[in-house]
């Protein structure tokens, strides 16, 4: 695992870092960390896919790890698209350092909100995509939580967006009343280990302006859905105690939505029991496997279509 500075969207300089785990492997991955963490948090998962023959690529996303160390949970405007344009010129470095031919993108929870706005823009340059910890947040919460979100971020960008972290992580928590960011992880040392990290519960409550930008790149996301084409390789996988995912209805909403607005049929698996991070969870294991067994299915396909 290495990690360079590299100057992306905007002239920005953003912390990547590469696993160079195959001298030559058989595709490349993209990996795409959620809210409040980094991607050195993915290490462990990394190195799997690195013995199953896949390097790997990712980010600290803007504001957020090394990225933004003096800045971090506070949102930039147009840093939701900025983003999602820099995981394209992810992809391309992956390709031209690897020589690799097909290339995937796997997203965790804002990750997730992230690759989904991301193939409906770039789904010609890979060949796959998991969106991991995802939904399908839509409707009146989403217009609500926009308008709110505006205007807080108007009258003070900087603020901390209380009200949105009450409604979703605080709520998450008192459903299983075992202490903070329980949510996350039925592992509790995993649980431990991230309210320990300044990088992750550190950070602190997101800013008004952070939540203005996502919750904008969700809405324009929903809007143009119908772009992902219908024979795009697509996972969507969650735990099925996962508040974000709205506790396994929400990931199957957005299964539905692919298939209504493009005639895209993705694969959907939800863990029994699993809470938001199924990378991390106690049945992590089988979450590796299973979604190796995904991208090896994607090669084996692309194989025979040569």
Known sequence: ??????????????????????????????????????????????????????????????????????????????MFENTVDDIKLEVDMARARWNVKRVYVIGHSYGSFLTQRFIEKYHDAVSGAILCGSALQSG??????????????????????????????????????????AWINRDKAEVEKYNADEKCAGVGICSALFYKELFEGIDRTNKNRALVPPDFKLMIASGDADGVGGFGKLVEKL??????????????????????????????????????????????QAEMDR
């Open 1 to 78: 695992m290495t990690t360079e500075f590299v100057e992306m969207t905007g002239e920005k300089k953003v912390a990547v870092t590469f696993w160079d785990n195959v001298a030559a492997p058989r595709a490349a991955v993209v990996m795409v960390h959620g809210m409040c963490e980094y991607i050195a948090r993915y290490d462990d998962f990394c190195k799997f896919l690195g013995a199953n023959g896949y390097n790997v690529i990712g980010m600290d996303n803007r504001a957020f790890g090394d990225t933004d160390p003096d800045t971090r949970g506070l949102g930039q405007v147009g």
């Open 140 to 181: 009146i919460m989403l217009s609500i939580g926009k308008k709110l979100a505006r205007k807080q971020a108007k009258k003070d960008p900087d603020s901390e967006g209380k009200t949105f972290a009450k409604l979703t992580f605080e709520k998450y928590d008192k459903k299983f009343g075992e202490g903070e960011n």
């Open 255 to 300: 299964r539905k939505e692919y298939k209504k607005k493009s005639g895209l049929d993705a694969r959907l698996k939800l863990y029994p029991g699993g809470r938001h991070e199924i990378l991390n969870e106690i049945n992590k294991g089988e979450v590796y496997e299973d979604f190796v067994e995904f991208l090896d299915s994607c090669e084996e």
